[in-house]
C-alpha cells in the first residue's frame, strides 16, 4: 500500500467539484458534488440517534434499495435536520435536479448536509448550486480539493487522503475525505466521510468491510460527547481497476480492508486533532486489556473525559484524572497492577504505577503535554487486547465557538 497525493478524485472515474452557492455563507464553498462516470457500488454507516436529519433516511434508502449511486450532493452551513416534511422534500428535489444536470437517475444520488439543525435550505439556490456543480466537475486533484473544502463548517483545514494498492494484479485506489470539528463523539461515526475507489467488490462485502471499520477508527473518536443527526459515512467503488471481483472473505478482502483501515484512521485522528478550540490531538492507547471490547471501552472513557481533556489543555499531569475515567469506564480492574505513561514525539515519562506516582519530572511531563500530539499509554496487565481512541483537549475557544453557532 502506498500514500498518494489526493482525495476523491484519486479513484479512476472519479469527479468532484466545490463552488460557493450562498446556502449560509458568504464568500466561499459551501456545496460539494462527487461524481461517478460509471455506475457504483455503494455502502453507508449513519448515525444512531433517533433525531435523523432528512438527508439520513434518503441515503439509507437509497444504499439499501438502489441498484447503483452515481454521485453525492454534499451542502454545509445548514443540516436539513429536524426540518419535517419539507425537508424530505428538499432531498427529492436535489435528486432531480442533480439527475437532470448529470443526465442520470435521480435513485443514483445520495444527499448530505451539515451545519444548522432546524433551519430550512434555500431550495433555490441548492438547485443553483447543483446546476453550477455540474457544469464545473473535474477529475483533477485539484477539484477533489475544492469538495474537501466546501464541506467544511468550524473545521479549520481540509481533509483529504488517498491510498494505492494491489489486487489480482491489479492497482487499485481508493480516496477520501470527510468534514468534522464539532458534535464529534463516538457512536457509529460522528461527521460527513465520503470514500471513493475504483475496487470491484460486491455489495455485502462492501458494506461488510465498511461496518467492521468504523469500530476501530471513527468510533474511536470524541471532541465533545455530542452524537449528531447527521452523521454519514459513504463508500461508492466504481470497478473501473477491473480486478477480480471480491465476493468473499480471503486475501484480496483482507488487503481491502487494511487500506480501508489506514484511510478511515487517518481520517478519524485529523477530526480528532481539528476539534472545535483545540490546541492538542489526544490518543489513549490501551494495552494489556482481558477482552478487546474492553480495551476500546477504557480508551474511550479517557478521551472523553473533560477534566482529563481540560488537564491536557493545561498541560497538568494530573493522572488521577485519567485514573478516575477508567475507573467509571465499567471496566473491572484492579488499580494497583496499571502503569500509566505520557508519550510524546521523542520520549514517554511513566507517571503512576504499582498504586502509587512514580518519581518523574514535573517539567519534563509540561514538555510532553505541551506538544501538539499527545499520547497517554495505559498498561492494564490482564491480558492481550488492545485498543487505541482519540480526541483532543478542551479550550476556552469550544464555549466560544459553540456559544454562537447560529449567528
Known amino acids: 500500500m502506498k500514500q498518494i497525493e489526493g482525495g476523491v478524485t484519486a479513484a479512476k472515474g472519479f469527479q468532484a467539484a466545490g463552488v460557493e452557492a450562498g446556502i449560509k455563507y458568504r464568500n466561499r464553498r459551501d456545496m460539494a458534488l462527487i461524481y ?43 443540516a436539513n435536520a429536524c426540518t419535517g416534511k419539507q425537508g424530505t422534500d428538499c432531498c427529492a428535489a436535489e435528486s432531480r435536479c442533480a439527475a437532470e444536470a448529470l443526465g442520470i437517475s ?18 433555490d439556490r441548492l438547485t443553483e448550486g447543483i446546476r453550477k456543480l455540474a457544469a464545473v ?60 475507489t475504483d475496487l470491484k467488490i460486491s455489495k455485502p462485502m462492501l458494506q461488510k468491510a465498511l461496518r467492521a471499520d468504523v469500530v476501530d477508527s471513527f468510533n474511536m473518536i470524541s471532541v465533545d460527547g455530542d452524537t449528531s ?95 478516575c475515567a477508567l475507573g467509571y469506564s465499567g471496566v473491572q480492574f484492579d488499580p494497583e497492577n496499571v502503569d500509566l505513561y505520557f508519550q510524546g514525539k521523542n520520549d514517554s515519562i511513566h507517571i503512576y504505577g504499582n498504586g502509587v506516582a512514580c518519581d518523574y519530572s514535573e517539567e519534563e511531563a509540561t514538555r510532553i503535554l505541551s506538544e501538539r500530539e499527545v ?18 483537549d478542551l479550550s476556552y475557544d469550544y464555549v466560544k465557538i459553540n456559544a454562537d453557532y447560529r449567528s
Open 106 to 123: 435521480a435513485d443514483s444520488v445520495l444527499v448530505a448536509s451539515t451545519g444548522v439543525i432546524g433551519m430550512q435550505l434555500p431550495l
Open 137 to 196: 466537475k473535474s477529475d483533477t486533484l485539484e477539484a477533489g480539493s475544492d469538495a474537501a473544502r466546501a464541506i467544511m463548517t468550524t473545521d479549520t483545514v481540509p481533509k483529504e487522503i488517498a491510498v494505492t494498492f494491489e489486487i489480482s494484479g491489479k492497482t487499485v485506489t481508493l480516496g477520501g475525505m470527510c468534514k468534522g470539528s464539532g458534535m464529534i463523539h463516538p457512536n457509529m461515526c460522528t461527521m460527513l466521510g465520503f470514500l471513493t
Open 229 to 323: 443527526t447527521n452523521d454519514t459515512l459513504l463508500i461508492l467503488a466504481n470497478g473501473l481497476a477491473d480486478n477480480e471481483e471480491i465476493a468473499s472473505e480471503g486475501e484480496a478482502y483482507d488487503t481491502f480492508r487494511e487500506a480501508l483501515r489506514f484511510v478511515t484512521t487517518w481520517l478519524a485522528r485529523k477530526m480528532a486533532g481539528d476539534g472545535e478550540g483545540a490546541t492538542a490531538l489526544f490518543e489513549t492507547k490501551v494495552t494489556g486489556a482481558a477482552t478487546k471490547e474492553d480495551a476500546r471501552t477504557l480508551a474511550k472513557a479517557v478521551i472523553c473525559s473533560s477534566l482529563t481533556k481540560a488537564a491536557i489543555f493545561g498541560h497538568d499531569a494530573n493522572f488521577g484524572r485519567i485514573l
Open 375 to 392: 499520547t497517554v499509554l495505559v498498561d492494564m496487565h490482564m491480558g492481550d487486547a488492545e485498543a487505541t481512541a482519540w480526541g483532543c
Open 36 to 78: 461517478s462516470t460509471a455506475p457504483c457500488t455503494a455502502a453507508g454507516t449513519f448515525t444512531s440517534n433517533v433525531v435523523k436529519a432528512a438527508p439520513v433516511v434518503w441515503d439509507k434508502k437509497i444504499v439499501e434499495e438502489s441498484p447503483a449511486a452515481r454521485a453525492v450532493v454534499v451542502n454545509s452551513g445548514i
